[in-house]
Every structure is written in C-alpha cells, then in structure tokens.
C-alpha cells in the first residue's frame, strides 16, 4: 500500500488543551469503522484497542487505535479529498500526542502519513512489529526535552575577532587601511572565522553534554539553524527527571558568561529518538 505525505517531520510543537476523552459511540463511528477509509496515522503505541478521543483529530474527527501484533496505531478519518499542514491541523497533530503522552510514550508519526483503511495499517504493525516493539521499550517512561544554546551578540564576527589573537590578526592584516583584499583573501578569512566558530561550538556542546549526561538517556545533537547557534541538542530523559533537568540546564547556564543565551523546551514525544522507516 502506498503512502501519501505532504510534509516532513518538523512538527508545529504547541500543547494546547483537548476535549475529555469519551468512550461513548459518536456520529463517525459507522464511517471510522469502514476498512476502505483513508486514515491519518499520529503515533504508534503498546497496545490500547479502547483509546478514544472524541472530535479531538484533525477536523475535529474522532481518535482511536487500530491495533495487532500487540502494537496500536492511533488515528482518525481525514475530513476531506486533502489534507493541508495548516497551523490548526498541525496543532490537532500535537495536541493528540499531547494526550497520549499523559499515559504512555508514543513515536510520533510525520505529519500527513496516511493509510488506505484499517487493513493497510494492522499489516504495516504485524509486518514491523519487532522494529516498533523494540523501539516503543526503548522510549518506554521517557520524554523529549530540547536545549538550544546561541550566542546572543549583536554581531559575531567582532565578538569573534576581539576573543582570537589569529582571527584579529588576519582581520587587520587584510582589511587595514592599506589594503586591499582580494576575493581569495576574503574567502580565506571566512574559513578561519569558520573554523574558529566549530571549535568552540564542538568545546561548548561538550560541555554542556557532560553536565547534562546522568540524567539523560541519549543526546542527540541537531542541526544548528544560524551562525549564531552554538548547540540544539534533543534529549531522551525519563518522564519524572524534567524538573531536575530543567535545574540542571539552568546550572550549567550559570557557567556562562552573558554572552550565551539558554533555551530550553518540553516535554515533547520522542520525535528525535524515532528511528523507524515503515511503509504503507
């Protein structure tokens, strides 16, 4: 079975409320039933063949489990011919991993992976049920928290260049006012300046990792999305050590001069910890 998927795994990550859950029936129980339905996947979780949401999904269509092999996937009909990554789509996403995070760790599902019907999904759990057991263990209890660390400078070339005895040097060399520098000297600096950037940031992520890795699982270092990033660091904690993570972060941020900026947020589902690839 083929599937349909109109965006990547950057989720919108807003926890906004969610109705009560409802175990009475509801209008769309007759077509959420219906095996011939396209179904919108949000997360894989141990088995609970009773989980229901009512007028929680995208659309405000009930939540359910589909569920073999010991394995549930948690999903709703799609209300419509397609489905947008609209904010408010996006946050219905959320919102149910929100829930589901109360009791249980779920791996969360890209936005806008879809399923042809019950059948297609209850093949795609038996048929990866090992891979998805193993990893809904190793998440088992845990949550995501993020880290991100920046240098909050107005300009960071200059907070650079007064910090390094050879960046300075070069600087003067070949923007002086005697000088003219060529193309080739101007890519010469913007590779020392580079390399002088990775350096600290690999000394200031290390860090920052040692203060941080009793009380973690697994770091998973992310991409930095600016020159100005130093470290987005995704961590796998167990679910009653955010509080002590969150003083622990603050600790290491007080080691830091104010040209540093700490950011932290969570908890999240496991989004940086699934490494699944399963086809419908």
Not at 109 to 121: L, N, P, R
Not at 176 to 191: K, N
Request: aromatic share 8%.
């Amino acid at each position: 079975m083929d599937a349909e998927t109109w965006m990547d795994g950057s989720l919108f990550k807003e926890g906004l409320p969610m109705n009560e859950a409802c175990a009475t029936s509801s209008p769309l129980v007759e077509s959420r039933t219906d095996p011939k339905k396209r179904l919108f996947l949000y997360a894989l979780v141990q088995a609970t063949p009773e989980f229901h949401l009512e007028r929680a999904g995208i659309g405000e269509t009930d939540v359910y489990a589909v569920t073999a092999s010991g394995i549930s996937a948690v999903v709703s009909t799609i209300p419509g011919p397609r489905l947008r990554p609209e904010r408010r789509n996006l946050a219905a996403h959320q919102g149910v991993l929100n829930r589901l995070m109360e009791s249980t760790a779920p791996l969360p599902m890209t936005f806008g992976t879809i399923a042809q019907g019950e059948d297609a999904v209850r093949k795609m759990l038996a048929r990866n049920s090992n891979a998805i057991l193993k990893q809904l263990a190793q998440v088992a209890g845990k949550v995501e928290m993020i880290l991100r660390v920046k240098w909050d400078v107005p300009n960071i070339f200059e907070y650079f260049v007064c910090r390094n005895g050879v960046l300075m040097a070069a600087r003067d060399q070949l923007f002086g006012p005697d000088s003219a520098p060529t193309q080739d000297d101007r890519l010469e600096i913007g590779r020392l300046f580079e390399r002088v950037v990775s350096e600290e940031r690999e000394e200031h992520t290390l860090r920052v990792e040692k203060a941080l890795s009793t009380y973690c699982a697994e770091i998973k270092r992310n991409k930095c999305r600016s020159e100005l990033d130093i470290m987005n660091l995704a961590c796998l904690i167990p679910k009653e050590m955010v509080k002590v993570f969150e003083e622990k972060v603050l600790h290491a941020a007080e080691s830091f001069d104010n040209s540093f900026a700490f950011d932290y947020s969570g908890p999240w589902p496991p989004y940086n910890f699934v490494k699944l690839s399963l086809e419908l």
